[in-house]
């Protein structure tokens, strides 16, 4: 099992910047893909940014320029740097971490609870 920590949520006035980490632990053999997605109220959940193993990365068009998404692969952590947040922005968080946890197994996506962020003007 494979478990996901979420952390950085919060307020944050528009313009302003927040730090989402999100840390994988358990059993892990390796770590492909990583990523972000988003919920606002009402709405569908959203892709916000993936990294891949070999560094490639995708950000929706509302994102580009401002997040960035980074890995540090001897922690199994991935994180979202977001600046100049926009009340677009709110919505709750949640990261994804493709793991396979033994040697051959078929790698599957775990997912965090998710953490809020709330950009007020």
């Known amino acids: 099992q494979v478990q996901l920590v979420e952390s950085g949520g919060g307020l944050v006035q528009a313009g302003g910047s927040l730090r989402l980490s999100c840390a994988a632990a358990g059993s892990i053999f390796s770590i492909n893909a990583m990523g972000w997605y988003r919920q606002a109220p009402g709405k569908q959940r959203e892709l916000v940014a993936r990294l891949t193993s070999d560094g490639n990365t995708h950000y929706a068009d509302s994102v580009k320029g401002r997040f960035t998404i980074s890995r540090d692969n001897a922690k199994n952590t991935v994180y979202l740097q977001m600046n100049n947040l926009k009340r677009d922005d709110t919505a709750v968080y949640y990261c994804?971490?493709?793991?396979?946890?033994?040697?051959?197994?078929?790698?599957?996506?775990?997912w965090g609870r998710g953490t809020q962020v709330t950009v007020s003007s």
């Open positions: 994804t971490i493709d793991v396979q946890e033994f040697r051959g197994t078929v790698p599957f996506d775990y």
